[in-house]
């Protein structure tokens, strides 16, 4: 089918509407040309003759009558070996090559490869009559820490037969590897790079399964209290200032999974450049190699084109799913979701539809549904297991957590950290308000027993609200004993301490540890005198509790320490 | 393209529309009324409907009158001629000098690649230590002033261009009162500083779209002078002023507002002016203050909250002075590291002091008995006030560092304090 042509009809923010001869598809990328650039766009609407098309660029200097060329494909992205260590853009173009190229600035319509055509190690694993088809692999080639497979095009229909293969060796990444043809006698030349539309859910797996294994951040209140699962998906709203960002970095850092893809959507620059600087540097304690070799960077900040914007949590799940199908466990870090919201919401005021809430479309929750979605845990066909894990940050408007996009994210993801002003003001890190958040996975500890913990932060809180109408007067010594232990839990178990390298990052075997001297304290019974001596008691435990927390396992001091804990308490049970 | 077009087809607020053929989007427009000659430039292509946002504004122009296509986007002139000068929303000269056409510059220009962005890593000295100590302003940095009207803080920002050691001070004012305007010219001639200084002035009585391009023109030339190597201070004054001329212009336009009437785009518009704070590697840097005067002083309100996710940090200033608490640089810990041993430890005890200081005024304020601790802490307190956080106070950050470490020497034992034994060695005044 030939491509179509058209040009300019009208010009209105980064919506251009065209006029077109042929057949032009919803959602197809149509390139706007202005002088000598060629502004990437994509159609999302199609009335009475007329293409409208969000455009990815500024649209300064378009006008009336320019060209407009159309590609007949949706928005893809490359997907092949090459992709970990990088930073693209929203439409995977290298940052670093781009300013290789441009300098400072990201000048307009430049589009660069987004996989260097590298030569790669290629190792067949299937040979010629075999049938393969779409989500298969035929070879494999070693990238950094994982052996890449090299698959089937997930978009092809049907079984097909592959009619030469190439033999083990160097190969280049665009070279042809694989002939195969069909039944029809369509024949197809695969390379090691797939072209993906980025708005499609890669399939090509055997069945989706039930999140059932925890995912570890090493933050304790995470781990033992509010779980995520690999291939469970979880949001992270809070207002401005309560460390979201922090929170994301950290868990980047620390999760247990294969493979990490940050999409920094919308937000500032100077976050993504401390993640560029301080990742090369740093070791994943899980293989001993610099974070960056499990990490891509996809990198659309607030003063980049918003249509963009919009694109680049795609284009991140896209690469995600794809490293899920060999078999690998990926986190998919998005932040913020909210900036990804507003830039739907601008494309519907241009397009002139009916407003919801806020302005935001109608669809918004359908969409939101629909990324999250992408999420899953899968069992591929040759026996191994894959998944993608979403987090995603929300920054609702004034901090409040009704608004639609907050609201809407809630419905559908399985665990809520919701983060609170009052805790980061007061420096209480991480600031997840534990008695509002929840989650519906299974985490590290047997469920009864965090349950029981819970039961004591909810009544401590309860006593305390008291507290502030009948002063500490009016309440009695039990109630006190269950406030001050609710605040030992706060303090010694759900806080920590980020600028403690020990504290800072607790391996599960340590929190099964630590959640059972802390089980063991709830479920104490001890013999106070007054009020005083039960607050004594709690500050001396906590300080006991909190220089254990900052001995690493190997120190030898780290029984001693616990010892402390542990005597202190027991002399004093009833 | 310099046809003239003498139809106007349509006036509504500032926006006309006019059938013209080959027009790009963006570009400027000569407009002439009856009152002279203006300029608009184009923000909406249909067809051969073109629409004209007119900076002077819709009032008093005829269907009859003529409109010229120039052809180009918007400019302004970029040189060292621009130093001491002052000019309006449009770009022109509000001072009695010369027009300035040379070397034109395209405003609104691309973003900054965030790969060649590198960690922010020098100190803005002002010489106002609850910024210089406290919360420190840091090269490259975007922080807005969160105030209520009444406040001020447009002496706060007269006070750092004087007092700041940078090379330029871009002053972009949007809506100022004609007074404040005056105070601003006055107040940097008589300090001398206005040979650095750039000034692009909207007034509260000039036409609505020039207060729109006030930021733009301001950080076009300022981002120019950062790649010829120098240190750019931007001081914009006031955002919630350019936010509402915003607004005005989505409303005419007929853009379906989304909360309290403000665009969808807030957010957007806001971050591709504040983004434009920058440290370029082997060449200067765009530092960005601006005054977010908050409506009702609620934080929640669109236009502060919007700010508080792009900037890096906020200064809150109440009752004439920065509050200590609320108020953070978020990239403070880029460089107080390496000022002088005692500055971070310095830092916290005397904020965790004059905490303390507070909740003994409330108790005091509930009639309650001072202990001599109380006490101590109320001529702490007082002593802080005025020393250190009275606006007026104009010391280098290491006289600050010294002055801090008096007046815990005059109030308290070194124990009470809560720093560390080595500093109080070094540091703590022997004399007494």
Same mark, same amino acid.
């Given at each position: ?8 009809t ?35 609407r ?25 590609t ?6 490359e ?8 930073v ?7 940052l ?6 441009c ?21 067949p694993?299937?040979s010629?009559?075999d049938?393969?088809i ?14 890449h497979r ?16 190439a ?67 979880y ?24 493979? /990490?893809? @940050? ?5 500032? #620059? %100077?976050?993504?450049? +401390? ?6 540097? *740093?070791l ?19 003063s ?11 284009t991140a ?5 794809y ?14 979701t ?10 519907s005021?241009?397009l ?35 998944? /993608?894990? @979403? ?5 609702? #408007? %004034?901090?409040?957590? +009704?608004e639609p996009v907050?609201?809407?994210? *809630? ?6 950290h ?22 519906k ?13 819970y039961s ?5 809180n ?48 340590r929190?099964?540890?630590?959640f ?38 190997d120190?030898?001091k780290?029984e ?10 027991q002399?004093?049970?009833? | ?53 007119v ?20 400019r ?15 770009g ?21 690649n ?7 890593k ?9 910024i ?16 209520v009207?009444?406040e ?16 330029i ?10 007074d ?9 001639e008589?300090?001398g500083?206005?040979?650095?200084t750039i ?12 207060c ?24 914009l ?6 936010c ?16 309290r009437?403000?665009?969808g785009?807030l ?12 440290d370029f ?22 236009v ?15 009752g ?7 108020s ?16 971070r430890s ?18 005091r ?14 001529k702490?307190?007082?002593l802080f ?12 950050l ?19 304090t809560?720093l ?13």
């Amino acid at each position: 089918m030939p491509s179509a042509r058209g040009h300019v009809t009208g010009v209105n923010g980064n919506m251009v509407n065209v006029a077109f001869e042929g057949q032009v598809i919803k959602n197809e990328v149509g390139f706007i040309s202005v002088g000598d650039t060629k502004l990437k766009s994509e159609i999302i609407r199609i009335t009475d003759g007329i293409a409208s098309l969000q455009v990815y660029e500024m649209t300064g200097g378009i006008k009336v009558g320019d060209d407009v060329e159309f590609t007949g494909e949706l928005l893809s992205v490359e997907l092949g070996p090459g992709l970990l260590t990088q930073v693209f853009d929203g439409l995977q173009n290298p940052l670093p090559e781009l300013a290789e190229k441009c300098g400072f600035f990201l000048e307009r319509g430049v589009y660069v490869d987004p996989l260097p055509d590298r030569e790669w190690d290629f190792t067949p694993v299937k040979s010629v009559g075999d049938t393969v088809i779409a989500g298969d692999y035929f070879g494999t080639v070693p990238e950094g820490l994982f052996t890449h497979r090299i698959m089937v095009p997930f978009t092809l229909q049907g079984e097909w037969r592959i009619k030469s293969i190439a033999g083990k060796g160097l190969h280049r990444s665009h070279e042809t590897v694989c002939t195969i043809e069909n039944q029809r006698g369509d024949v197809k030349e695969l390379s090691m790079i797939i072209t993906q539309p980025v708005k499609v859910a890669i399939g090509g797996y055997e069945e989706r399964l039930l999140p059932n294994e925890p995912m570890v951040t090493r933050i304790r209140v995470i781990d033992t209290f509010l779980p995520v699962a690999k291939g469970g998906t979880y949001c992270t709203p809070g207002p401005f200032g309560a460390g979201k960002t922090v929170l994301q970095h950290l868990t980047s850092k620390n999760a247990d999974v294969d493979v /990490v893809i @940050i999409a920094a959507c919308g937000e500032r #620059a %100077g976050e993504v450049v +401390e993640i560029l600087k301080e990742f090369p540097e *740093l070791l994943d304690p899980r293989t001993g190699k610099s974070l960056m070799e499990r990490t891509i960077i996809i990198c659309n900040t607030s003063s980049m084109p918003v249509a963009a914007r919009e694109a680049s949590v795609y284009t991140a799940v896209t690469m995600a799913e794809y490293y899920r199908n060999m078999g690998l466990d990926v986190l998919l870090l998005a932040d913020s979701t909210s900036r990804w919201a507003q830039a739907m919401r601008e494309m519907s005021g241009r397009l002139e539809e009916i407003p919801g809430d806020e302005a935001f479309p109608a669809y918004l929750e359908s969409r939101i549904a629909g990324f999250y979605e992408r999420a899953g845990k899968v069992r591929l066909r040759d026996g191994s297991y894959g998944s /993608v894990t @979403i987090g995603g940050t929300v920054s609702p #408007a %004034g901090g409040n957590f +009704e608004e639609p996009v907050t609201q809407a994210t *809630l419905k559908v993801v399985g665990a809520f950290h919701g983060l609170s002003r009052e805790r980061s003001d007061a420096r209480k890190y991480p600031a997840i308000d534990s008695l509002d958040s929840w989650s519906k996975y299974t985490g590290i500890i047997e469920k009864k027993k965090v349950d029981e913990a819970y039961s004591f932060l909810r009544r401590g809180n309860e006593v305390a609200s008291m507290m502030k109408v009948v002063g500490e007067e009016g309440t009695s010594l039990d109630d006190y004993v269950i406030y001050q232990k609710g605040e030992f839990i706060d303090s010694v178990y759900l806080q920590q301490n980020s600028f403690d390298p020990v504290d800072a990052m607790v391996s599960v075997e340590r929190q099964k540890l630590a959640f059972s001297v802390l089980y063991d304290i709830l479920n104490s019974d001890f013999s106070f005198t007054d009020k005083k001596d039960v607050r004594a008691f709690f500050n001396e435990l906590r300080q006991r509790f909190l220089d254990w927390n900052s001995t690493a396992d190997d120190d030898p001091k780290a029984e001693e320490r616990k010892k402390e804990v542990l005597s202190y308490f027991q002399e004093r049970r009833k | 393209m310099q046809k003239v077009y003498t139809k106007i087809e349509s006036i509504v607020g500032n926006v006309i529309t006019v059938r013209a053929e080959g027009v790009r989007n963006q570009d400027l427009v000569e407009v002439t009324t009856s009152q002279g000659t203006g300029y608009a430039n184009v923000i909406k292509l249909d067809g051969d409907k073109v629409s004209l946002q007119v900076f002077k504004g819709g009032q008093g122009v005829s269907t009859g009158d003529s409109v010229r296509f120039l052809g180009v986007p918007m400019r302004v002139s970029y040189s060292e001629d621009l130093l001491g000068r002052v000019f309006d929303g449009a770009g022109k000269p509000r001072d009695n000098g010369p027009e300035l056409e040379g070397n034109m510059i395209d405003i609104g220009g691309p973003s900054v690649n965030p790969s060649k962005r590198i960690m922010p890593k020098n100190m803005i000295r002002t010489g106002i230590p609850m910024i210089d100590v406290f919360n420190t302003l840091v090269e490259s940095q975007k922080l807005p002033i969160f105030s209520v009207s009444g406040e001020p803080y447009n002496e706060l920002l007269a006070r750092i261009a004087m007092q700041s050691d940078v090379d330029i001070i871009v002053l972009g004012g949007m809506g100022l009162k004609y007074d404040d305007y005056l105070f601003f010219r006055n107040v940097l001639e008589k300090s001398g500083a206005m040979s650095r200084t750039i000034m692009f002035i909207h007034t509260a009585s000039d036409p609505t779209v020039e207060c729109t391009l006030v930021p733009d023109l301001a950080l076009a030339v300022a981002e120019r002078f950062a790649l010829d190597g120098k240190r750019v201070l931007v001081l914009l004054t006031d955002m919630t002023n350019f936010c509402d001329a915003e607004k005005e212009m989505a409303i005419t336009m007929d853009q379906v507002p989304s909360n309290r009437g403000y665009p969808g785009d807030l957010y957007s518009t806001l971050a591709s002016r504040y983004e434009k704070a920058v440290d370029f590697e082997g060449a200067g840097s765009v530092t960005i203050l601006g005054v977010t005067t908050m409506p009702g002083d609620d934080v929640t309100h669109p236009v502060p909250d919007n700010t508080g996710y792009i900037t890096e940090g906020q200064y809150y200033l109440r009752g004439g002075h920065i509050e200590p608490f609320g108020s953070l640089s978020r990239l403070k810990q880029n460089v107080n590291k390496d000022t002088r041993s005692d500055h971070r430890s310095l830092m916290d005890a005397m904020i965790k002091l004059y905490a303390a200081y507070k909740d003994s005024l409330e108790k005091r304020s509930m009639g309650f008995m001072m202990t001599d601790w109380d006490e101590k802490l109320l001529k702490y307190g007082a002593l802080f006030e005025e020393k250190l956080m009275d606006l007026s106070v104009n010391i280098p950050l290491e006289e600050a560092l010294d002055e801090g470490w008096r007046i815990l020497a005059s109030c308290f034992e070194p124990n009470e304090t809560g720093l560390r034994s080595d500093l109080i060695e070094t540091y703590w005044p022997k004399e007494k």
